[in-house]
């Protein structure tokens, strides 16, 4: 999942090169690199670690050239080191990648057999290599490239360009998304359109086995036959946002700040306040005719999805399966003719989930898709786009798409609970005004923003953490435990509190924090008996609850966070940002990179 950048344009190129990495950093920052040919060569730069270390590279030796290709990295084949950053050359060949090669070790032995050495340990070198030899056969580059991609398997998104040709740039796609940008008298290749939204605003999108020759004043775009195909071109919405942190100090603290808005915008956009009632988007099934829904995720989207589950079934007795996108992919589920799926993703990219979707659309179940970037291939691929409104993400850890998620997710919910005939007008016009405090709650809970920093200067000694959970608490304690272990590097886990006494009770001693997620419900006496477990074995409870379950917890606590008492439906939403309060302000203090902690990409386009 690394960003691709090419540019044939009328100025200088490495520059907007970069700046278009800049909007790519989010797929990886391992490395980066980029190449340009002047006065008809090959040149390049490239550094290990973030996009800043290339900046400061091309600052010391600037590259010229009015062509370009450039590249950030999250390494798959090889170390994150300066030999296996893009560009990659062979001979006349430049060439930048994303995504995997699947048969790179067959194709290496073919070529190392027939004399070319390898100077990285990327699967991506192999492409350039097989371009270069059909060169050497006498192809020409556009041939060469035809005839290299037909021999890849796995997923590619390429970007090439050739000493001696300073008007020509080939793009392909097989997975990964690519996308043309149409500039005037200069053209330009990106990851997705914000990569190119400060050039252009007019976006062909490529499918999948396209490739596509540019030149300044024209492309033409072919399938893997050769054969010519036509594809839209289309306004981008996507902004020329390089956004910044406002006066905080991570994008993640940022993005935590402006929930109480984006759940708000959210929230309006599924449900109708004034009337109390769940707006009629276009949905491509009917609710009330679903014998089962299927939700498919990832990660923190598939939490969400986790949550959705108890809403789905307890409100609108609607029976919901929702599986990880990487096991369902391959699990060969059972569709039936009354059955619709779902799936969610901030990025919309995520290669699991869209090939979950592929499985299901070949199984001929209609398809909604919850994503954050409606323009992305899941929200292209699907029946229905269902958009959370949070504005671009960019800390790694996902905080205000989560809300978003649930946001829409507790809102369909409750049209669903309409359209089965479970929740009567009135209601379901409660329901609504209770997710309509939504907002106003998490702008209270952000007061608390002191108070929880305190709370982690502990946890950020400690070495294991664990959070518990009953009903919707549970999978949000397992984000707790995701959000935690990804930027501050502790050990943590989410378990449902009733499991406890199943196994992982072993584990509590007077080193280990227990952090409990329990707003005042029916089912808050039973999680205070497994506070009394933890208790008992000398276990430290971190409590995170309200007015009425600060009172009523008979049991010693380290710290207890209060929050106001609030309607049971908003309690996932409003209960998610005390727990990335408390992740983030441990990342703080333990001084890890919290915007792009070590060994993630925020938009996961590989198996
Ligand atoms: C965790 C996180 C990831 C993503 C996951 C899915 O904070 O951000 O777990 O939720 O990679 O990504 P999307 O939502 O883009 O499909």
């Known amino acids: 999942m690394c960003g691709i950048v090419g540019i044939v344009g009328h100025s200088p190129v490495a520059p907007l090169i970069v700046d278009a990495l800049k909007r ?20 390049r730069r490239r550094a290990e670690g973030k996009l800043v270390n290339l900046e400061h590279r091309l600052g010391d030796q600037p590259l010229g050239g009015l062509i370009g290709i450039g590249h950030t990295r999250w390494a798959t084949h090889g170390v994150p080191n300066e030999t296996n950053a893009h560009p990659h050359f062979s001979r006349d060949v430049a060439i930048v990648h994303n995504g995997i090669i699947e048969n790179f070790a067959e194709l290496r032995d073919e070529l190392s057999a027939d004399g070319y050495e390898f ?42 360009m050739f000493r001696g040709d300073e008007d020509l740039l080939i793009g392909a796609r097989n997975g990964p998304p690519l996308a ?28 999948d086995g396209d490739w596509v020759v540019i030149r300044r004043k024209e492309m033409s775009i072919f399938d893997m036959a050769g054969n010519p195909v036509e594809r839209r071109r289309q306004k981008s919405v996507g902004t020329s946002y390089l956004v910044d942190k406002g006066n905080h100090r991570h994008f993640m603290q940022k993005e935590i700040f402006e929930q109480p808005e984006v759940i708000s915008h959210t929230l309006s956009n599924y449900l109708d306040f004034t009337k109390g009632t769940a707006r009629q988007i276009d949905l491509p099934f009917d609710f009330a005719s679903l014998d089962r829904l299927t939700i498919s995720a990832c990660g923190t989207a598939y939490l ?17 399966d929702i599986d990880i996108a990487s096991e369902f992919r391959y699990r060969e589920v059972p569709m039936s003719p009354r059955m619709a799926a779902m799936f969610i993703s901030q990025s919309g990219e995520t290669a699991d989930t869209l090939a979950s979707l592929r499985y299901c659309r070949g199984e001929g179940v209609p398809i909604a898709s919850i994503v954050n970037v409606p323009e992305s291939t899941i929200g292209r691929e699907s029946d229905a ?51 309509s405090e939504a907002p106003r709650f998490a702008s209270q809970v952000l007061r608390l923003d002191e108070q929880i920093e305190k709370v982690a200067r502990d946890l950020s000694q400690v070495h294991h953490v664990l959070y518990l959970g009953r009903d919707t608490n549970f ?35 007077e080193n280990m924090p227990v952090i409990v997620i329990a707003p005042y419900d029916r089912i808050f006496e039973k999680t205070v008996s497994n506070m009394q477990e933890v208790a008992a074995r000398g276990g430290r409870i971190i409590l995170i609850t309200d007015q009425r379950g600060a009172e009523r917890a008979t049991v010693k606590t380290m710290d207890t966070i209060v929050l106001p008492d609030m309607p049971e439906i908003i309690t996932p939403i409003v209960y998610a940002l005390p727990i990335q309060m408390l992740a983030y302000h441990t990342a703080v203090h333990m001084g890890t990179d919290v915007d792009q902690p070590r060994n993630l990409a925020k938009s996961v386009t590989v198996e």
């Open 304 to 320: 969400a999805g986790l949550i959705s589950k108890y809403w789905f079934e307890r409100l609108a007795r609607l029976p919901v």
């Open 119 to 160: 100077a990285s340990e990327t699967d991506t070198e192999v492409v350039a290599h097989l371009i270069a030899r059909e060169l050497a056969k006498g192809a020409t580059p556009v041939k060469a490239a035809h005839k290299a991609l037909a021999r890849l398997e796995g997923a590619f998104a390429l970007a090439i």
């Open 475 to 509: 999978p949000l304690a397992m984000e707790g435990a995701l959000k935690l272990k990804e930027i501050s590097y502790i050990h943590a886990e989410g378990y449902a509190a009733g499991e406890l006494k199943h196994g992982p009770i072993a584990l509590i001693d």
């Open 24 to 43: 790519l950093e989010y797929r990886g920052y391992d490395s980066a690199g980029v190449a340009t040919i002047e006065h008809g060569e090959l040149g």
């Open 180 to 207: 043309v940008g149409h500039g005037d008298g200069e053209m330009f290749l990106g990851s997705d359109a914000i990569a190119l939204a400060p050039f252009t605003d007019s976006i062909t999108y490529l499918e």
């Open 385 to 435: 786009v269902l958009p959370t409104l949070a504005g671009p993400e960019i800390g790694v850890a996902s905080t205000k798409a989560f809300t978003c998620q649930l946001s829409a997710l507790a809102s369909l919910a409750v049209r669903a609970a309409h359209a089965r005939g479970h929740v009567s007008a009135e209601q379901g016009k409660k329901l609504v005004r209770e997710l």
